[in-house]
Structures are given as C-alpha cells and as structure tokens.
C-alpha cells in the first residue's frame, strides 16, 4: 500500500513506520523489528500497550544486552511479566531494574 507524504511523493507503508520510529531504526534489520513487535502482542492489553510503546519508543536504542534482556522478559508469561512491569513483584538483578525503569517510562 502506498500513500503520498507531506511532499506529496508516494511512500510505501513500511517506510512511513520506518520515519515513525527514527533514523536508528535502521541500524536493525526489519524483519527482526517486526519480530520483537509481534512478540510484544500479548493476552493482556496493558501488556500489549506497554510493550508496543516501548519498542516503537526505545528499542532500536538498546545496548546488546539490554535487547537479550527485553528479549527473556518476552519468553515469560503475561502475569508474571505484568507483575515485574507493574511493581507487583521486584525485579531479580540491577540490569533487570534498569530496564524495568525505561519500560515503566513510557
């Protein structure tokens, strides 16, 4: 699907989520963005918003470990998950925390 940007040239979809997300965005690959996004869909809304919004805001700004470690929250289940981006339960390590705080920023 293509539309016309403000310039009025035609602009496909996928390159005007790509001018959403900013000019570090294609320091990923696209495909692995896509990815992380569909993993983000979740059973639970707040997580769905939460985690959407954090990609979309913050992702593609990750150091390496911190991409892995976003990357192990999304291997758990939705309400322990919740439970750590919520404040219900305290996160296990410092690197955890720090990234807890950047998710629970958004």
């Given at each position: 699907?293509?539309?016309?940007?403000?310039?009025?040239?035609?602009?496909?979809?996928?390159?005007?989520?790509?001018?959403?997300?900013?000019?570090?965005?294609?320091?990923?690959?696209?495909?692995?963005?896509?990815?992380?996004?569909?993993?983000?869909?979740?059973?639970?809304?707040?997580?769905?918003?939460?985690?959407?919004?954090?990609?979309?805001?913050?992702?593609?700004?990750?150091?390496a470990s911190e991409r892995n470690?976003?990357?192990?929250?999304?291997?758990?289940a939705d309400n322990p998950l919740?439970?750590?981006?919520?404040?219900?339960?305290?996160?296990?390590?410092?690197?955890?925390?720090?990234?807890?705080?950047?998710?629970?920023?958004?």
């Amino acid at each position: 699907m293509t539309t016309q940007n403000e310039e009025g040239s035609k602009v496909g979809a996928a390159e005007e989520r790509g001018a959403a997300l900013g000019q570090d965005s294609c320091l990923l690959p696209p495909d692995r963005l896509q990815r992380i996004r569909w993993r983000c869909r979740r059973g639970l809304l707040e997580l769905d918003i939460v985690l959407g919004r954090f990609v979309d805001a913050h992702y593609v700004g990750l150091s390496a470990s911190e991409r892995n470690l976003f990357e192990a929250f999304l291997d758990m289940a939705d309400n322990p998950l919740w439970d750590l981006v919520s404040g219900k339960n305290e996160p296990i390590a410092g690197e955890q925390a720090n990234l807890l705080k950047k998710i629970k920023s958004v």
